[in-house]
Structure formats: structure tokens, C-alpha cells
């Protein structure tokens, strides 16, 4: 179904036709472009409330700025589908986040208005003062750099270290600071409180309203504008002595707040800044969903809703007539809850993901014994490691991507000190639609070369549930190990998974089937695809032996003599990269042991995976079931003369 663009938003191919209209259209323009996201988020899907949001400041920057000469970053990028739409991906928006198609996030593989490629959080300052450091010293100071960034990932040490940077500069960079008052879930924390207090601060708004009477009788900032922004500052300055700024103390200027809806008003105050030279912060209010009732109200679900019906606003549903298996994030809500009533020394952490992790859940039963700390995934693993000094059994949940973020924190903060927190590594494996910044690939070969960490992953959800209840129990907290157990993106395989919780031996794998051959040695979900790949070879009359390892380190070593005295062809199969991960680990403990196999390993090779459903890219790497079944045949038939 192609979606047909409005009029006007139908001649605009890039920025420079947006630049040639009167600025009386700018209005049109927007709505045409919120319905062009509307119209195409219901039918195919991807992050929504976020776009709509920033309609009018995509459109006023990209009238105001010559991009892409003006270096234009998008935090996060998840907003970032109106600047997609205005910058030659009109026309192609349809494959959005599809395989093949273009990325949910600016990417600058993909189109030179995308200055920076996102998909993390917090990244747009560094990266925009980068570039104006680099403008200027390469003698280019008329080159502006914008970076837009919301109020959730304001939260994060990286911003505050690139405004900390920035305000010890000169350089001509422009924060923009899009508050909407939310993160995927309502944003948290105190500087969360101190954005409302300065929105709703009488001081602030007479300042505002001066600053902005002032800049108003300036058309033009000749060579007199320093002396201009110098007297705005004082301006500022004079009228906040009761008042400090967070912002101004660190020598960025801030103008603001104003209406992110008002385009006119934005185009204005972005052609007066544009003009002031020096790093600088415009605080703009936004309503997360604006201008699409159902994602104004409940905004955590319009986050990234699925398909609706754009009429009523439903949100499509698939429906079965069989139970079907849960989410792996829900077992975790839910069994952390479990866990958490029978002993009262278990607590949640999670950075900014209650609704992502279901963390959620506990949240709603147990408020004052799950955090959510922001989106800051260094301060919630060493928050966590000064819980567990405390004797408190912290399960931190975080998305294997996001963990990448806090690994210094992970070996300083918790293994070096045998701190037994847990780590719950959710959407681990591919991703799916999301892409190369978010597939969880890396988790496996960064946690196992760890010392004192054990590092787990679940086949389905009753080893969810034994993993977790194994890791909370008094015999590995009183151990001096934490604990990593990595679990992917959507459903499981049990509808009924609600099993009695019962304390799994640590590095003991378990044998799926026995057979001949070929031995498949699997870690985690990616199991259940080589029970898929075993079926298929049975109608073939090969059966090979599966072995469920559980345990990436400390491996069971008990298990894999046997295996490799058994087999001389043995495959490896994980969701995850083949560097330095499972399957490695499989052939160190082959050449330290002085056997000789044909070792094949199989998953994410050493290249960057594009976007697309988990079971394509599994496909195009070589490890959904087909592959797997393939790759059996090959260590069985390669180099065997067969006889007709
Ligand atoms: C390092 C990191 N942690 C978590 C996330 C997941 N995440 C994506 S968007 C988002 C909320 C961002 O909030 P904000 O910056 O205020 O933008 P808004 O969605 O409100 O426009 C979060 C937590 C991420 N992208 N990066």
C-alpha cells in the first residue's frame, strides 16, 4: 500500500525546496508531514509519539539551517522520521526499519543529511561538538552544528560530559533541548523536577520574554552582536540572581523555554540564534504524540505501538486460537516479582527501560524496591554493585546492546570487587528491526573473558525462571560471582511457563537428543532452531546429537570430553557474535585439551548486520534452522566420496 503524500509535501524533495517556500506555508507543511507519519506508522509500523513531536522543529530547522552544509545530529534518532521524510526518503519512508529497506535512524551510510549515525542515546553533543571543533580549526566559522536532544536522554553522563566540554569552547554549537517531559516511560530524576521548575518559573518567564523582546528589535546582528549577546547574558544574568542555571553555570547560554509547536515562533528564534556565535541551549516544550489524541494520552504505548487503525486508533492485535508462549521480558517481570515476595533482599534496577524490560511489573507491586535510574547504564551497574555491597540481591536489567555502555562498570565496579549482582541481558541476539545499533551481539565474548562472572543463557522459560531463582540463592550470593544471564528479543517456546522454580547446577549443559555424527552444541533460545534443524534431518534419516550447554563459562567441561571422545565433527550455534564468544570458547577448550575435530561455528560474523526480522537476518548469517541443518550436512558429507 503506498501512502499518498499531501500536496505540498509532495514537491519536497530535499531542504532546498522546503527553503524556497514562503514561510506563511511552513504550517501546512507540517501537518501534511505529521499525516504522512501517521498514515505510514499505522500501515507499516516503528517508533511514533516521538516524530510527532518534533513536526515543526524538523521543519523549522531544515528552513532555518543550510543543511546538510550545517551539521544537523539527532539524539537517539527514534524522532528523526520527519527529517527522513524533508531530506529524500519520502518516497522510500514505506521500507522503514523493513530488511533491505531504509533505517529507523539517521545512519550517514544512507544520506548526507544524516550527519551522525544514532540509534544509543546521549551521543548528539559529543558528536555536534566534535564537528564544530573540526569547523573550526579547519577556519570554517560560519558553519553551524545542531544538536537535538530530548529530556530523557539529557539524563545520561555522556550529555553532561559534552556540555561540560562545550561550555570550555567557543564553538558554534546549538543544543537543542527537546522536553517533553518523557522517556520511553515518564522521564525520571532530579534534573527531570528542575526542567519543570524552570518551565513553570515566573523569574523564567519574564526572563524569556525579555531576552526575546530584546533579540526581537535586533533584525540583523551586525558587528555590534557580541555587545548584543553580551547584554542578553547580563540580561539573563541580572535576573536570575535568585535563580541559577544549570546551564548558563556551565557557560552554555540558554534561551527559553518556548512552544516547539509555534513554527513560526521557532523560525524565528532559530534565525536570531543562528546569528549568535558560541555554544548555546534552546529549551523547547514539546507533547510527545502531538497532534494524534491516543498517542497525546498514553504515551508510553505510542512509543512504538505496532500497527493501528489510524480512524479509531486501535492497535492491532494478532490473534491466536492456542495459547501462545510469553515474552521473555514478561517471565523476567513476572518471576522477579516471584522471587522478590519470598525473599526480601531482592531489588530491581533498570536504566530507563521499565516498560521495555517489564521490570515494570515489580515497579507496580514493590515501588520502593525497583529503580529506575534514567537512561544511565553506567550509574545503574555501579549502583547496583553498592547495593550488593550492602548485602541487597540486585537483579539489574539491561538490553545487551545498552550493557556495552556500563563494561568498565561491570569489571571495576562488580567482578574485581566479587560483587554477585545479576545481570539481566535482555535482546540479546538480533534485534530485529532496529538494526546493527541495537542487536545484542557482543554480550556472550565481552561477559565470558570477565573474571568472576558466570554467564548464562536460557533455552525457554523455565530455564529463565531457574536461572534467575539460581542466581538469587544463597549459594551464589554468598559467592563472589555476578551473574550474566542473556535472553532475546520476544516470545519464547512454553505457553504454560509458570513451572516450579528449582536450582540448576552451575556449568552443567543437558543433552536435547542423542544421535551420531555430528554433535550440535547450542547456547540459549538458538537451541530451539536446531531442534527445528533436527526434525528436518530426520526426515533425511541423519540424526545428529544436540547438547543444551546452558552455561557459556564455566563451561562443562565434564560434558564436552565426552563430546569430543564421542565426535570428530562438532557445530556450534549461537545468537550472537562468533568472535571471541560461544563457539570459541568451545574451540579453546578443544586445543587445551589436545583434541581434534572439525570444529564449525555458527553466528554473527565479524561484520555489521543490517536491520530486518531476527529470523531473516538468521537466515542471511547462516544460523535459522535451514542453516543449521545445512551446516550438519556439510561436517557430515564434505570431502566423503559418496557412492551413487
Ligand atoms: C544508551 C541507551 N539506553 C536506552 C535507550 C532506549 N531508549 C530509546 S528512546 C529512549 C527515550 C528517550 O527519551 P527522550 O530523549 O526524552 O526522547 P523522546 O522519546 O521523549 O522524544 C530510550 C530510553 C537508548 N536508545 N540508548
Not at 524538523?58 to 550545517?70: C, E, G, I, K, R
Not at 555587545?227 to 544549570?246: H, M, P, R, Y
Not at 528564534?269 to 489524541?293: E, S
Not at 523455565?462 to 542466581?471: D, G, H, I, S, V
Amino acid at each position: 500500500m503506498l501512502i499518498t503524500p499531501g500536496k505540498l509535501l509532495a514537491t519536497i524533495n530535499t531542504p532546498d525546496d522546503l527553503r524556497r517556500l514562503d514561510k506563511s506555508l511552513l504550517p501546512r507543511v507540517a501537518d501534511e508531514l505529521r499525516q504522512f507519519i501517521i498514515d505510514n506508522v499505522s500501515v507499516y509500523g516503528g517508533h511514533f509519539g516521538a516524530s510527532l513531536g518534533v513536526v515543526e522543529l524538523s521543519v523549522a530547522l531544515h528552513y532555518v539551517f543550510n543543511t546538510p552544509d550545517d551539521q544537523l545530529v539527532w539524539d537517539v534518532g527514534h524522532q528523526a522520521y520527519g527529517h527522513k521524510i524533508l531530506t529524500g526518503r519520502r518516497d522510500r519512508f514505506h521500507t522503514n526499519r523493513f530488511y533491505k529497506g531504509i533505517s529507523g535512524f539517521p545512519k550517514r551510510k544512507e544520506s548526507e543529511y544524516d550527519a551522525f549515525g544514532v540509534g544509543h542515546s546521549s551521543t548528539s553533543i559529543s558528536a555536534a561538538l566534535g564537528m564544530a571543533v573540526a569547523s573550526q580549526l579547519q577556519g570554517n566559522r560560519q558553519r553551524n552544528h545542531i544538536a537535538v536532544i530530548g529530556d530523557g536522554a539529557m539524563t545520561a553522563g555522556e550529555a553532561f560530559e559534552g556540555m561540560n566540554h562545550a561550555g570550555a569552547t567557543d564553538s558554534n554549537l546549538l543544543i537543542i533541548l527537546n522536553d517533553n517531559c518523557m522517556s520511553i516511560d515518564p522521564n525520571v530524576g532530579a534534573l527531570r523536577e528542575y526542567l519543570t521548575d524552570i518551565t513553570t518559573s515566573q523569574t523564567y518567564n519574564k526572563v524569556k520574554d525579555e531576552v526575546w523582546n530584546l533579540l526581537g528589535k535586533m533584525s540583523k546582528f551586525g558587528k555590534s552582536a557580541q555587545d548584543i549577546v553580551s547584554k542578553v547574558e547580563s540580561g539573563i544574568k541580572a535576573s536570575l540572581l535568585d535563580q541559577s542555571n544549570l546551564f548558563e553555570s556551565l557557560h552554555l547560554r540558554y534561551f527559553g523555554p518556548i512552544d516547539g509547536h509555534d513554527i513560526d515562533h521557532l523560525v524565528s528564534v532559530l534565525d536570531d540564534l543562528k546569528n549568535i556565535p558560541g555554544p548555546k541551549l534552546l529549551h523547547c516544550l514539546t507533547v510527545k504524540g502531538k497532534g494524534y489524541a491516543p498517542a497525546e494520552k498514553d504515551q508510553t504505548k505510542w512509543h512504538a505501538p505496532g500497527l493501528f487503525d489510524k480512524v479509531t486508533g486501535e492497535i492491532k492485535k494478532k490473534t491466536f486460537t492456542t495459547p501462545q508462549p510469553p515474552k521473555y521480558q514478561d517471565v523476567f517481570g513476572h518471576t522477579l516479582v516471584e522471587l522478590a515476595e519470598k525473599n526480601p533482599r531482592v531489588v530491581g534496577v533498570t536504566p530507563a527501560m521499565p516498560s521495555g524490560s517489564s521490570m515494570n511489573i515489580m515497579m507496580k507491586v514493590m515501588p520502593d524496591r525497583a529503580f529506575d535510574v534514567g537512561i544511565a547504564e553506567q550509574h545503574a551497574v555501579t549502583f547496583s554493585a553498592g547495593m550488593a555491597t550492602q548485602g541487597e540481591v540486585v537483579f539489574c536489567n539491561i538490553y545487551s546492546t545498552f550493557m556495552q555502555r556500563a563494561y568498565d562498570q561491570v569489571i571495576h565496579d562488580v567482578c574485581i570487587q566479587e560483587l554477585p549482582v545479576i545481570f539481566c541481558l535482555d535482546r540479546a541476539g538480533f534485534a530485529g528491526a532496529d538494526g546493527p545499533t541495537h542487536h545484542g551481539a557482543y554480550d556472550l565474548a565481552y561477559m565470558r573473558c570477565v573474571p568472576n562472572m558466570i554467564v548464562a543463557a536460557p533455552m525457554n522459560e523455565q530455564e529463565l525462571r531457574n536461572m534467575m531463582f539460581t542466581a538469587q540463592s544463597d549459594e551464589i550470593q554468598q559467592g563472589k560471582q555476578a551473574f550474566t544471564i542473556r535472553y532475546p528479543r520476544g516470545e519464547g517456546v512454553m505457553p504454560n511457563w509458570r513451572t516450579p522454580l528449582e536450582q540448576l547446577p552451575i556449568g552443567k549443559g543437558r543433552l536435547i537428543q542423542d544421535g551420531e555424527g555430528v554433535a550440535i552444541l547450542t547456547i540459549g533460545h538458538i537451541g530451539n532452531s536446531a531442534v527445528d534443524a533436527c526434525t528436518m534431518l530426520a526426515s533425511e534419516g541423519i540424526q545428529p546429537a544436540h547438547f543444551d550447554m546452558r552455561f557459556v563459562k564455566p563451561l562443562d567441561e565434564a560434558l564436552l570430553h565426552q563430546i569430543f571422545q564421542r565426535f570428530d565433527r562438532v557445530l556450534t550455534v549461537e545468537d550472537g557474535c562468533v568472535m571471541g564468544g560461544f563457539g570459541s570458547a568451545v574451540l579453546e577448550f578443544m586445543a587445551d585439551h589436545g583434541y581434534v575435530a572439525r570444529v564449525k561455528r555458527l553466528g554473527i560474523p565479524d561484520a555489521v548486520v543490517e536491520h530486518g526480522e531476527q529470523i531473516e537476518l538468521q537466515h542471511e548469517c547462516g544460523f535459522d534452522p535451514q542453516g543449521i541443518a545445512e551446516a550438519v550436512r556439510e561436517l557430515l558429507f564434505a570431502g566423503r566420496t559418496v557412492t551413487v
